[in-house]
């Protein structure tokens, strides 16, 4: 049997806004990657380190599927979602949408999908599916991935049965548009304003404005953390630019997405904020260059000048936030 939806498969930067992207267009929803990053307030930043991931990461966005319900919230979606333990019931909560010429969202390990390159365990990958046969399924993924991609069948169960950091239970989920949705300038005073908040009231301090200050003073250690920083920190500097993040770990995507705004709004906050947000991706670039070199080099001087601009980077995403946090008053 083969089951396969005439979709519009264009893979963009980030994973899950590339299956959203999918999902909406499928629905007659086209919004631009950054226009989707900024109304689920998708932006963030996270200092992770503990001895299940062995070195530091540095996290750019959201919580994994965080973005989707946002965005569901936000546009007044009907967001379905189905997780279950059972691989049998995975197979049918996927199989009865796509058999009906609906395209579905899953969230899985990347590590077990057939067309990745390199293997590395990420439990918090997403995807769109839109067909299957006897032995292979149909995915859109990102465009670094080969946006629409098929991996095997047996691949696909065990990177949705997969266990670990921000995996899910074989995490099902479709998108249903009410109707006529609003027009964007509609929804982007409230992700504007929503995203400023979290990203400035953190509940803990290795998150947000005050995540970033906590990374610019370790960041200089991390040539103390590692017994291989040749493959460390070129990862890690990877990761903030390559990653699905859009670049400057996901920066450009949010400074991009304010520009979009503008246009939509006319107000000096957004514009504010564009232009600052344009030199923090700017800093993250070159934030990840003197991190990759210190790998290479193993000059501890560049972590020091990854560590001063990261401060830097503290300062000026906290005034851009404290600027957007008002958009409520000025629009």
């Known amino acids: 049997m083969t089951t396969v939806i005439d979709i519009d498969a264009r893979g963009a930067q980030h994973c899950e806004t590339t299956a959203l992207g999918v999902l909406l267009r499928h629905q007659g929803l086209d919004l631009s990657e950054p226009m989707l990053f900024g109304l689920g307030s998708g932006l963030s930043f996270i200092y992770w380190d503990s001895k299940s991931i062995g070195f530091p990461f540095l996290g750019g966005r959201v919580k994994p599927f965080e973005l989707t319900r946002n965005l569901a919230a936000r546009l007044g979606l009907e967001l379905e979602v189905r997780e279950t333990t059972s691989p049998r019931r995975a197979w049918d909560n996927v199989a009865a949408p ?41 995915l859109v993924d990102t ?41 964007p300038r509609e929804w982007i005073v409230g992700a504007v304003a929503d995203c400023a908040d979290a990203f400035l009231t953190p509940p803990i301090s290795n998150l947000g404005h005050r995540g970033i200050a906590k990374a610019a003073t370790l960041v200089p250690t991390w040539l103390r953390r590692t017994d291989a920083p040749e493959r460390d920190l070129p990862r890690a500097a990877a990761m903030m630019e390559n990653a699905g993040t859009g670049g400057a770990l ?82």
């Not at 969202?105 to 299957?132: C, E």
């Not at 095997?152 to 006529?180: E, K, N, Q, V, W």
């Not at 401060?311 to 005034?319: A, F, I, K, Q, T």
């Open 98 to 138: 796509l058999d009906a010429g609906r395209p579905v969202g899953l969230q899985l390990d990347s590590y077990h999908l057939d067309y990745f390159g390199t293997k590395v365990h990420f439990g918090g990958h997403v995807v769109a599916m839109y067909g299957y046969d006897d032995h292979d399924a149909y």
């Open 143 to 183: 465009q670094q991935q080969g946006g629409a991609v098929s991996t095997s069948l047996d691949g696909l169960a065990r990177a949705r049965a997969a266990r670990g950091p921000m995996t899910a239970r074989h995490r099902s989920f479709t998108l249903t548009l009410p109707g006529d949705p609003p027009a």
């Open 250 to 331: 996901f920066r450009n995507l949010y400074r991009d997405f304010l520009a979009e705004c503008a246009e939509h709004l006319d107000c000096g906050v957004l514009r504010t904020g564009h232009a600052l947000y344009a030199e923090a991706a700017t800093l993250w670039t070159q934030a990840a260059a003197l991190i990759a070199e210190a790998g290479t080099s193993g000059d501890a001087r560049c972590l020091a000048r990854a560590g001063t601009v990261i401060g830097e980077l503290s300062r000026v995403e906290r005034e851009a936030m404290e600027a957007l946090r008002t958009v409520r008053e000025a629009a």
